[in-house]
């Protein structure tokens, strides 16, 4: 397994829709396994294909607590079958937005199908933080991010803030 280099915004490749998969063969499950490895040492609960440079509909899922067993969730090709109406908001942060957080609202339950690292399809139901992490990475996937959900003036008072965070590049 391998740890792979997170993109942060405001990187272009973070933007564009993400490219459906065939099917999910060897490669791609190593692919799996390395954005598994590099969430668990970010650490984050969640990452998406595209945050790691990779233009495919895939993503990686795990909410299990600190000490607990891991349960990690592989999905690709998600597509939602069903939200409710009622609305949950949680605290967000991500990793390509390093150190900013706000409350973002969505769907509180979902049903989302997708392939999973064996290439079979299956459906989950979820609710609570999963319902949440899931729409988040499902959004990586069409280049949105969670501050595309604030208003401008937040968006851009934490784009500001990655901006001045930022480490300099040496010699440049
Ligand atoms: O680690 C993460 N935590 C998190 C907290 C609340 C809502 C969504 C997330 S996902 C984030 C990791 C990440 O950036 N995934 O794309
Ligand atoms: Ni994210």
């Known amino acids: 397994m391998a740890r792979l280099p997170i993109l942060v915004a405001p990187d272009p490749r973070l933007k564009v829709k993400a490219r459906p998969v065939e099917k999910v063969d060897e490669p791609l499950r190593r692919l799996m396994d390395d954005m598994l490895e590099t969430m668990y040492?970010?650490?984050g609960i969640g990452l998406a294909?595209?945050?790691?440079?990779?233009?495919?509909?895939v993503?990686?899922?795990?909410?299990?607590?600190?000490?607990?067993?891991?349960?990690?969730?592989?999905?690709?090709?998600?597509?939602?079958?069903?939200?409710s109406d009622d609305d949950a908001v949680y605290e967000e942060g991500c990793l390509s937005v390093p150190e900013q957080y706000a409350d973002v609202t969505r769907p509180a339950r979902i049903r989302v199908r997708f392939l999973d690292?064996?290439?079979e399809i299956r459906e989950l139901d979820a609710d609570g933080?999963?319902?949440t992490v899931v729409q988040h990475e499902m959004d990586h996937l069409d280049g949105i991010l969670f501050i595309d959900h604030l208003s401008n003036l937040k968006r851009n008072m934490i784009l500001r803030k990655l901006s001045k965070s930022r480490k300099p590049l040496v010699g440049a």
């Open 129 to 131: 933080l999963l319902a």
């Open 59 to 83: 993503l990686v899922i795990d909410i299990a607590k600190d000490g607990d067993p891991k349960t990690p969730l592989r999905m690709a090709n998600p597509q939602l079958l069903w939200v």
């Open 117 to 119: 690292h064996q290439n």
């Open 49 to 57: 294909a595209p945050q790691v440079g990779v233009d495919k509909r």
């Open 41 to 43: 040492a970010a650490p």
